[in-house]
């Protein structure tokens, strides 16, 4: 295999960003108006706040409009469903994407089942997750998981028959990574906190996917050598001398085994975004 072990995320982000751009500036020199993405957040986390700066900047680079909608922490159930019913009205916006986790008062699964599922660019509506689960290509497909397809199918091309190990089972990432996999022709088996022997059924892996929010928790007794591990953990850990970033998998004693894998920053946190734009042109499109 002549590739790099490491995967560089960001440049295959930017290379979407690019083609995405294309597309948009395509409609724009039409007269057509641009599509456009909602960010809400509630509250101040300044973890979230990285995540929502990089979301803006990338629309502004795709021509994407954007907007932001920044709640007060005690903002209460009723208004932030007053916002998403507006914006669901809103014909300048295509993209809805309430930024989690909430706060404990309000009740994400109420909150999330309020945005129209043809708004819904982080597919996390029940409509959307069902249609994913039924292999609709209608479905709005959740961003973070469809970039670790994306990641692992540049190092292996075609994903027919790989065994993929999925380490976590959130609604968010672990679930619908294991979805996607499937509908690649994968075996796919999924691993989680009350799984017995989670190193060992890693090691069956020929795809092993991170994501418990555990830093540095999978290390080289966790992966089969060659395999290729896609880490979507995101961690700030103090050093003593600051903070640093690092994944779910501990990338200097996994990356001499491992035949490929993600860094963090630089792997799957970029194509995150690079699908958000994705799902927000599609969504433009099916309306425009
Ligand atoms: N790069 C990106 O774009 C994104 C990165 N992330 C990052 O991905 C990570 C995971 O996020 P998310 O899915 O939301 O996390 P959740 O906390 O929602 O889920 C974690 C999952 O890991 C499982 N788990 C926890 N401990 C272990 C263990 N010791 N062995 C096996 N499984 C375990 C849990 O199992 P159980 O269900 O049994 O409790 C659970 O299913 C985080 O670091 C997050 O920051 C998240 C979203 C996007
Ligand atoms: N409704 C909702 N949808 C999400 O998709 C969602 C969410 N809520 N809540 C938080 C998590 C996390 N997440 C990330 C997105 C991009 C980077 C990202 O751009 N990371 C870069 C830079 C990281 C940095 O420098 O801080 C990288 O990994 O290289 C990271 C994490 C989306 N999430
Ligand atoms: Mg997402």
Redesign the pocket.
């Known amino acids: 295999m002549n590739q790099p072990k490491r995967i560089d995320g960001r440049r295959i982000a930017d290379e979407q960003v690019a083609q995405i751009a294309q597309r948009v500036a395509a409609l724009t020199e039409q007269g057509k108006r641009p599509p456009g993405l909602a960010v809400v957040m509630v509250g101040d986390n300044p973890a979230s706040d990285v995540y929502v700066r990089n979301k803006i900047r990338r629309c502004e680079q795709a021509g994407i409009l954007s907007r932001e909608h920044r709640l007060d922490e005690r903002t209460t159930e009723e208004d932030l469903l007053g916002l998403l019913d507006s914006l669901n009205q809103d014909p300048q916006i295509d993209g809805i994407l309430v930024q989690l986790p909430l706060p404990a008062h309000l009740e994400e699964g109420r909150i999330l089942k309020r945005i129209s599922p043809a708004k819904d660019v982080d597919g996390f509506h029940p409509v959307n997750v069902g249609l994913l689960g039924i292999g609709d290509a209608r479905a709005l497909v959740p961003?973070?998981p469809a970039?670790c397809v994306i990641l692992a199918k540049e190092v292996l091309g075609d994903l027919t028959g790989k065994h993929v190990v999925v380490?976590?089972?959130?609604?968010?990432?672990?679930k619908p990574a294991a979805q996607l996999f499937l509908a690649e022709d994968c075996s796919v088996t999924l691993?989680?906190?009350?799984?017995a022997n989670?190193a060992e059924l890693a090691r069956q892996a020929d795809i092993l996917v991170v994501?418990?929010?555990?830093p540095q928790?999978v290390d080289e007794s966790w992966v089969k050598p060659g395999a290729v591990v896609i880490d979507?953990?995101?961690?700030r850990i103090d050093t003593g001398e600051g903070t640093r970033l690092v994944?779910?998998v501990d990338y200097q004693r996994v990356a001499p085994v491992a035949g490929a894998i993600t860094p963090v920053p630089g792997?799957?946190?970029p194509?995150?975004i690079a699908g958000l734009l994705n799902n927000t042109l599609t969504a433009y499109e099916a309306v425009e």
């Open positions: 961003c973070t970039g380490v976590g089972r959130s609604n968010i990432v672990g691993v989680h906190s009350k799984s989670g994501a418990v929010g555990r928790m979507v953990g995101i961690n994944g779910d792997g799957v946190g194509m995150t």
